[in-house]
């Protein structure tokens, strides 16, 4: 079967419906727009749409509903330690940013609960989280105040304070050693799910907005899912995670 490529640099669309405080302009543009080339025999064939929400320059302010945080996020690094340049493809996605603007809060049950971040606050995020915005020539991250992993009050990740329901962990090494006495390489040293807890956050809330504690704590040896929550490299090159509680499996001793 033929295959048919389509591009289209630019796709305009006028009449999208406004919201207060949050516009989108009356032109919307995709960066990309073509079908994935697939085999004949592929059972999928993908469709991959790039955009960004750019607020128009008229709008001076941007306040977040509900729950939700509007966070500035920190620029890529464009050089490497050496001072090598780094073409936009190659360029880490940063995780974190500084708190501009908060929501009013939530309501649980008959209890009103406030955002507990304040504004310049600095906060590592969950990656995949979040709608990135363009506002002020700047980009931004619009989030639920749940999808904030940890607040950063130094440069250090060892420092990082989780919030809810999160808890940092600092990953064992891997074992250099097969147990015959092998030597592994690093591409053949298997990742461990097992650490040691730095930090744990307040813990949820319950349905009437009070916080429960999480079961366990700074110290802990811990085995966690494989795959899940966000790794982070400490500046002495030491591996760490932030994930939820609920992602721990058991408590070593």
Known sequence: MA????????????????????????TVKVASFAPQRQSANS?????????????APKYTSLKPLADRVLVKIKTSEEKTVGGILLPTTAQSKPQGGEVVAVGEGRTIGKTKVDVSLKTGTQVVYSKYAGTEVEFNGTNHLLLKEDDIVGILETDEVKDMKPLND??????????????????????????????????VGPGPLDE???????PVSSGNTVLYSKYAGNEFKGSDGSEYIALRASDIMAVLS
């Open 3 to 26: 295959s048919i490529q389509l591009t289209a640099s630019t796709i305009s669309a006028k009449g999208f419906a406004s919201f207060d405080g949050l516009r989108s302009t009356n």
């Open 43 to 55: 059972p999928f064939r993908g469709l991959v749409v790039r955009a960004a929400t750019t607020v």
């Open 166 to 199: 999160r808890v940092l962990i600092k990953v064992a090494e891997a074992e250099d050693k097969t147990a015959g006495g092998l030597l592994l390489t690093e591409a053949t040293k298997e990742k461990p799910s097992i650490g040691t807890v730095v930090a």
């Open 208 to 214: 009437e907005g009070n916080r429960k504690s999480l």
